[in-house]
Nanobody, 122 residues
Framework: VQLQACGGGLVQTGGSLTVSCTAS????????MGWFRQAPGKEREFVAY????????YYTDSVKGRFTISRGNAKNTMYLQMNSLKPEDTAVYSCAVRTIAKATVRDGYNYWGTGTQVTVSS
């Protein structure tokens, strides 16, 4: 399984950016997927989850109303549209495949991809 995130960059506070994650080596449409981020000196943080067909999504409180997770199963790709970006959103964003059913969608991820850097300037 390979996951590749891309689309990161430098953006000003209040700006927007969309990152994407392309998967290979698995039946993409059969799995829920998640976005995570890790800022320098901090632990990895859950950001958002989307179920196999995109019909169910879940966000961590700090990004609700600003970020939108989506997926295109025909392209084996997941997206994270980020609006109203804040300096505290600065992090390396990575994607993961949720293969294990857990009590919370924040857990149960088995495959992780390389990340893409998002930097929000103040």
């Amino acid at each position: 399984v390979q996951l590749q995130a891309c689309g990161g960059g430098l953006v000003q506070t209040g700006g927007s950016l969309t990152v994407s994650c392309t998967a290979s080596g698995l039946a993409f449409s059969g799995y829920g997927m998640g976005w995570f981020r890790q800022a320098p000196g901090k632990e990895r943080e859950f950001v958002a989850y989307i179920n196999w067909d995109g019909g169910s999504t879940y966000y961590t409180d700090s990004v609700k109303g600003r970020f939108t997770i989506s997926r295109g199963n025909a392209k084996n790709t997941m997206y994270l549209q980020m609006n109203s970006l804040k300096p505290e959103d600065t992090a390396v964003y990575s994607c993961a495949v949720r293969t294990i059913a857990k009590a919370t969608v924040r857990d149960g991820y088995n495959y992780w991809g390389t990340g893409t850097q998002v930097t929000v300037s103040s």
